[in-house]
Antibody, heavy 118, light 112 residues
Framework: QVQLVQSGAEVKKPGSSLKVSCKASGGAFSSYAFNWVRQAPGQGLEWMGAIISSLGPANYAQGLQGRVTITADESTRTVYMELSSLRSEDTAVYYC???????????WGQGTLVTVSS | QSVLTQPPSVSGAPGQRVTISCSGSSSNIGADYDVHWYQQLPGAAPKLLIYINTHRPSGVPDRFSGSKSDTSASLTISGLQAEDEADYYCQSYDRSLSGFYVFGTGTKVTVL
């Protein structure tokens, strides 16, 4: 059974950077796309970007271009999401999700709460 | 701002049928890109409910069904149950500059 386990909650200062990890177990790793999705308090889901480790660089949502970087480490089966120049509006729960062969996001991590506050 | 529009809320009594719409455009649903649906229970991660417009993953009750037509899609819950009270999101691909994958605005389903 596929499991995605994310790193723990974080509190960050405005202007700082954030790195969240997502470790995958079960199933293949390098041939699947891993996506990052965030959800601000009381708000909807926002797609941030995705990576397929066997295909190279990630794709990002236009609104986050330049601030977000998604990488994958095949040796540890871990996907990372870095977000820089944090502002209060980045306060959200961040999820990683595997994209199945049907292109739906079939497995999700438990979410990582990130609070940006001075 | 999402490019897929859903009603903020729908409600129904147990046993009733409710339908959630997902309205898109010619750059996403209307461009023949598939629609997926997710259920998010309070405090939990989203769960894939419907994939490729009409298909249910293993374990999803058959009271959930999806459809797609032109620039919109719908999720129907037939025989509403108390445990169906949750937020529901549609998702598709968008070929415009606004993004890659896009989610709907989300719909809160309340069981009366």
């Amino acid at each position: 059974q596929v499991q995605l386990v994310q790193s723990g909650a974080e509190v960050k200062k405005p202007g700082s950077s954030l790195k969240v990890s997502c470790k995958a177990s079960g199933g293949a790793f390098s041939s699947y796309a891993f996506n990052w999705v965030r959800q601000a308090p009381g708000q909807g889901l926002e797609w941030m970007g995705a990576i397929i480790s066997s295909l190279g660089p990630a794709n990002y949502a236009q609104g986050l271009q330049g601030r977000v970087t998604i990488t994958a480490d095949e040796s540890t089966r871990t996907v990372y999401m870095e977000l820089s120049s944090l502002r209060s509006e980045d306060t959200a729960v961040y999820y990683c999700a595997r994209e199945g062969y049907t292109y739906g996001f079939d497995f999700w991590g438990q979410g990582t709460l990130v609070t940006v506050s001075s | 701002q999402s490019v897929l529009t859903q009603p903020p809320s729908v409600s129904g009594a147990p046993g009733q049928r409710v339908t959630i719409s997902c309205s898109g455009s010619s750059s996403n649903i209307g461009a023949d890109y598939d629609v997926h649906w997710y259920q998010q229970l309070p405090g939990a991660a989203p769960k894939l409910l419907i994939y490729i417009n009409t298909h249910r993953p293993s374990g999803v009750p058959d009271r959930f069904s999806g459809s797609k037509s032109d620039t919109s899609a719908s999720l129907t819950i037939s025989g509403l149950q108390a445990e169906d009270e949750a937020d529901y999101y549609c998702q598709s691909y968008d070929r415009s500059l606004s993004g890659f994958y896009v989610f709907g605005t989300g719909t809160k389903v309340t069981v009366l």
